[in-house]
């Protein structure tokens, strides 16, 4: 969730699933849960201050709404993830 405030979601997942990848392997983890897991940590990061990537792309779509009304609803976002 912390490389998701600075970074889109493919670079997070070069960079994590090679470090991640022999783990899964040892402990015999199921690479779907695994991905599914990660995913949602990337959207959660993307929607996460200082730098919620996704949260600028809203107030472009919306520019009469100001950040502080999105940072707002952005809370409800987590509460149903």
Known sequence: MILGMFLESLPIMMITVPIFWPILELHHINPLWFAAIMLLNIEIGMI??????????????????????IYRFRSHLYCCK
């Open 48 to 69: 996460s201050p200082p730098f919620g990537l996704s949260l600028f792309v809203i107030k472009g779509i919306l520019p009469e709404i100001g950040m502080g009304e």
